[in-house]
Nanobody, 125 residues
Framework: QVQPVESGGGLVQAGGSLRLSCAASGRTFDTYTMGWFRQAPGKEREFVAAINWRGTRTDYADSVKGRFTISRENVENTAYLQMSNLTPDDTAVYSC??????????????????WGQGTQVTVSS
């Protein structure tokens, strides 16, 4: 199993960038799909991006495609979410999650087995 811990959130102006990190404990990190989700106030948690265990396949929500990049460094047991050209609509708590499923890359909350506590991202206009 993996236990994700997110970091890197904060306050940024519209148009700015942030990089979120997800450090996962556990010796099997490199066998898990890693995903990022976000939840804005009053809204349901939504899928943002996912990456397979080898880092060779990725998937993105349409709302972030072309602006966000998911990556991973298995030797460091860490996944990343590079976010660029941020808008106030990106304001949310961002959570990292690990999934055993890899084909297809899961896009639902139920598709993930282990979750971090989340990190707040606030984009000011």
């Amino acid at each position: 199993q993996v236990q994700p811990v997110e970091s890197g959130g904060g306050l940024v102006q519209a148009g700015g960038s942030l990089r979120l990190s997800c450090a996962a404990s556990g010796r099997t990190f490199d066998t898990y799909t890693m995903g990022w989700f976000r939840q804005a106030p009053g809204k349901e948690r939504e899928f943002v991006a996912a990456i397979n265990w080898r880092g060779t396949r990725t998937d993105y929500a349409d709302s972030v495609k072309g602006r966000f990049t998911i990556s991973r460094e298995n030797v460091e047991n860490t996944a990343y979410l590079q976010m660029s050209n941020l808008t106030p609509d990106d304001t949310a708590v961002y959570s990292c999650a690990g999934a055993r499923q890899s084909t297809p890359l899961p896009r639902t909350v139920k598709g993930y087995d282990y979750w971090g506590q989340g990190t707040q991202v606030t984009v000011s206009s």
